[in-house]
């Protein structure tokens, strides 16, 4: 399990300060606004950079303090990260060979098979969704339990994006304890591989909610001011005046079904959430 409790690091105009759990088998969603604070989670994680208070722990130990195999259990994906331009596939196996104590050559190259990476071919000469299947067979290939994916899929075509999400979904069925912690702004990603969304907001976790209970229980309202006025607003989350009245986000659809049955229910998604939350955008 990775935990973290309290971390918090600073920059000019930027305060980070947050809590939460990825449990063992699970795929956690970082989302936000581009600034909020996502990556910085994602590299304190990763020890990539210093914090200035709070812990975050791996299987109860502290990463400050694990050691080159322990690790070895984090996968990466970030933005800038890649092997050297002028590497190919083949000489990408001999750098991992010397770097990863575990890296498992053949199932390296059962992935390069299954997602058809040209074998001689120079990084700099790759597409950009073979570059990013690339960097995702890395991070799967030395034996790691917890993956920290920035953007895996960004700028790559709807093919390539359902690839990888099913090799990451083939990744943590092989084994329950495995886990996934990805950062990405293509909700519908999120929808269909996280099981749990971290909404992030200045530096500060401001939603926290289970995947399947947005699709289940959340959902939009529409109602005229009329209709907004006698309401119960208990389970409103959050409101916005629109020119036809009121657009309301709730995490308790069934109650307005059953009660209000001539209010205007519409199914939510993780980007109405952050709209409505973070964002101070009016649904028309």
Do not use: C
């Not at 495995?178 to 996280?194: N, P, W």
């Not at 969304?197 to 005229?224: H, P, Q, R, W």
């Not at 309301?248 to 109650?255: D, G, I, P, R, S």
């Amino acid at each position: 399990m990775l935990k973290i409790t309290e971390l918090k690091k600073s920059y000019p105009g930027f305060k980070l300060d947050i809590s939460f759990e990825a449990p063992n088998g699970t795929i956690v969603g970082l989302i936000g606004r581009n600034g909020a604070g996502k990556s910085t989670v994602l590299k304190a994680i990763g020890d990539l950079i210093s914090r200035d208070a709070g812990t975050i722990e791996f299987n109860g130990t502290d990463v400050k303090n694990m050691t080159s195999d322990q690790k070895e259990q984090f996968g990466y994906v970030f933005p800038d990260s890649t092997v050297p331009e002028n590497f190919s596939v083949s000489d990408t196996i001999k750098l991992l060979k010397v770097t990863y104590k575990n890296f498992n050559e053949s199932q390296f190259n059962d992935l390069v098979k299954r997602l058809k990476l040209p074998i001689d071919k120079s990084v700099k000469e790759m597409s950009t969704g073979n570059k990013a299947k690339l960097k995702t067979i890395i991070a799967l290939t030395h034996n790691a339990n917890l993956l920290i994916l920035d953007e895996p899929t960004a700028g790559l075509d709807v093919v390539v994006r359902q690839q990888i999400i099913e090799v990451l979904q083939d990744y943590l069925n092989e084994d329950e304890s495995r886990s996934i912690l990805i950062t990405t702004h293509i909700s519908s990603d999120l929808e269909s591989l996280a099981d749990r969304v971290i909404l992030i907001d200045d530096g500060n976790i401001v939603f926290e909610e289970d995947t399947d209970v947005i699709i289940d229980s959340y959902a939009l309202l529409k109602m005229t001011g009329e209709q907004y006025d006698k309401v119960d607003k208990q389970y409103l989350l959050h409101s916005e005046k629109t020119d036809f009245g009121y657009s309301t986000l709730t995490n308790e659809k069934n109650f307005y079904v059953e009660n209000y049955p001539d209010v205007a229910i519409e199914p939510t998604s993780i980007d109405d959430i952050i709209l409505f939350l973070v964002g101070g955008i009016n649904h028309e």
